[in-house]
């Protein structure tokens, strides 16, 4: 039985992920107002080094659609500047040689269809890795009825449990997806 546990820990625990994932991907979707999670995959070349700006400089929200970054080392500027640029953030910043204010546009009725399109594809492919996280739990637990350590009867309720639990995480990314929607859509 302590290995059926293991089974469900280590599901449970790959399935959690899966949703942290999830909520990281969102946080770098752009939905109109400022959020320094954007900033998050941009990295900026210090001394031939790729570093994220977060670690070069305080980023912070200055009022709802503009991000000001104050880097520690002002010689860091252009590149943070460069950085984000070529980045696909698809916003012009605005350098004043101390600081970086991004100024978000408010997003248009076809951006948001698009974000919306692209924060569903990661909800499904968020489903998708539950789903394979639960096909190798049931074939984890097959192999173990098959070497005769738990009985037909455990397998079937390990098999429910399984699927529960499958449903309370897929449920979880349908609420996450839900209020990524709702903030894209918000105008």
Do not use: C
Not at 32 to 50: C, E, F, Q, S, W
Not at 108 to 124: G, P, Q, T, V
């Amino acid at each position: 039985m302590a290995e059926m546990k293991d089974v469900f820990q280590k599901a449970e625990t790959k399935m959690g992920k899966t949703i942290s994932h999830l909520e990281e991907d969102y946080a770098a979707v752009r939905a109109g107002r400022a959020n320094p999670a954007v900033l998050d995959k941009i990295m900026v070349d210090y001394y031939n080094t790729p570093t994220p700006i977060n670690q070069l400089a305080a980023v912070s929200v200055s009022e709802a659609r503009v991000l000001l970054i104050q880097p520690w080392d002002t010689s860091v500027l252009r590149g943070i500047e460069k950085a984000i640029q070529t980045s696909e953030l698809g916003v012009n910043p605005q350098n004043d040689g101390r600081i970086i204010r991004l100024v978000f546009p408010p997003l248009n009725e076809e951006r948001r269809r698009e974000l919306a399109k692209e924060i569903s594809k990661m909800a499904e492919e968020a489903k998708v890795a539950i789903r394979s996280v639960r096909r190798d739990a049931i074939e984890k637990l097959k192999e173990m009825k098959k070497a005769s350590e738990i009985t037909e009867d455990d397998l079937k309720q390990a098999e429910k449990k399984t699927q529960e639990l499958t449903d309370k995480y897929v449920k979880k990314v349908e609420e996450s997806l839900g209020r990524k929607e709702k903030e894209i859509m918000e105008i």
